[in-house]
């Protein structure tokens, strides 16, 4: 039969729902009766550490290498039941302008006779995929981030079980804001995108929910939150993305210089909110960032199950040779839509459709538009 070999990485920040999909990566490409059924043998490589372990790798020694491990079904058979990634993460830009070793990485795939790479990762790792596909190396990238803004895709792996981590942790701070009357400002994950924020808000119940694709007054926040008050509040639970910003202001963040990707850290607009709430309406703030907290733990239900899909999937487009290719979900369907075209600007919240401006949260109306009260009050008087 013939013999085909198959690199498996995971790069980005990690999220969970990356174990689940590295272990159907290797059942499904190791899978006998699929094998007889393809007429193809595969190897399944690991590379640790997201594309720096190609950058390292010593392929003329794969029995000592630190950076690959072959894999086989009894190694990744609890692998689903763990969050984080067996095989490490980076990251990695081989492609950084400033230290470019793009052909180290095309040299290493080349020697390690690698038939294919499945690059699992969200932006700057599927960014690289398209750059190597571009390049000539046959590539397959699977959808990650918690912050779910990947274009052509309606699911990230690690998104819905950051989104559990934030219900749980509102709901435990539900507790002691009552008891305290406090004012508290939850701030997520989401760089570009808020839909951690307000999903996570809409399902927590949050009172204020601020994401980056809106920005917000923070006199207007001031008054929601005195009004709510007013109208017989103990407590509030703001969230906040960490991407959000105050009109008129910029992001706020919390370490100076770009990672190789030219990202900056964002974090500190949770304590902003704080201060500016409790300097102008005297209530008692605190901010909570949640932070990696969301990118932790064992993976739920549906990281491990569309972990489970993905995986799949990327083994279907390596086996019918359909390459340079993200898998994706879309519309209810699993489907696969070409790398070129995940690069580029994220997904965001449709601020006409899923958010209400008037009270910085999620929509009020579902399947009839959501007005403004200037739309409104002309309405009225007409
Ligand atoms: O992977 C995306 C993300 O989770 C962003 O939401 C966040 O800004 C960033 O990663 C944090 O990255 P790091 O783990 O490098 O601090």
């Known amino acids: ?29 190791l899978d006998e009766g699929l094998q007889w059924q393809r007429g193809v043998k595969y190897e399944v490589l690991g590379i640790h550490d997201g ?45 950084d302008p400033n230290n470019d070793r793009s052909e180290i990485v095309l040299s290493n795939i080349k020697k390690l006779g690698l038939k294919a790479v499945i690059a699992i990762g969200g932006e700057d790792t599927l960014g690289v995929a398209y750059k190597l596909s571009r390049d000539g190396v046959n ?10 803004d990947l274009p052509e895709t309606d699911y990230t792996l690690g998104f819905d079980t950051a ?21 508290f400002i939850v701030e997520t994950m989401g760089r570009h995108a808020g839909w951690l924020a307000l999903e996570g808000g809409e399902s927590s119940g949050a009172y204020i929910i601020l994401i980056p694709e809106y920005d917000f007054s923070t006199g207007k926040v001031c008054e929601l939150v005195l009004e709510g008050r007013k109208s017989g509040a103990r407590y509030d639970i703001i969230l906040v993305a960490e991407g959000a910003r105050p009109s008129g202001g910029t992001e ?23 201060n500016q709430i409790s300097n102008t309406t005297g209530l ?3 901010s909570v960032v949640l ?35 993200m898998v994706s979900y879309k519309n209810g369907q699993i489907t696969a839509i070409a790398l070129s075209a995940v690069i580029g600007k994220p997904t965001q919240v449709d601020i006409t459709m899923q958010y209400d401006i008037e009270r910085y949260n999620g929509r009020r109306t579902i399947l009839s538009k959501i007005k403004t009260r200037a739309e409104a009050a002309i309405l009225s008087t007409a």
Request: net charge positive; hydrophobic share 35%.
């Open 163 to 183: 989104l559990n981590v934030i219900v749980e942790e509102v709901d435990r701070l539900r507790t002691t804001a009552g008891s305290h009357k406090r004012t």
């Open 1 to 29: 039969m013939n013999k085909q070999r198959i690199g498996v990485l995971t790069g980005g920040g990690d999220c969970a729902g990356l174990s689940p999909a590295i272990k159907w990566v290797v059942k499904t490409a």
């Open 51 to 95: 594309w720096k372990g190609l950058v390292r790798a010593d392929p003329d020694n794969l029995a000592t290498d630190g950076y690959l491990e072959p894999l086989d079904e009894k190694k990744v058979r609890t692998w689903d039941r763990y969050g984080g990634t067996f095989l490490g993460t980076s990251r990695t830009n081989p492609y």
């Open 252 to 274: 706020f963040v919390k370490e100076n210089g770009l990672d190789s990707f030219g990202h900056k850290a964002l974090g500190g607009i949770g304590e902003f909110l704080a």
């Open 291 to 325: 932070s990696h907290l969301q990118r932790g733990g064992a993976p739920g239900a549906y990281d491990r199950r569309m972990g489970r899909y993905f995986g799949i999937a990327a083994v279907d487009l390596v086996a019918t040779e359909n390459f340079g290719k």
């Open 139 to 148: 590539v397959v990238g699977i959808p990650k981030t918690i912050d779910k």
């Open 284 to 286: 008692e703030c605190r």
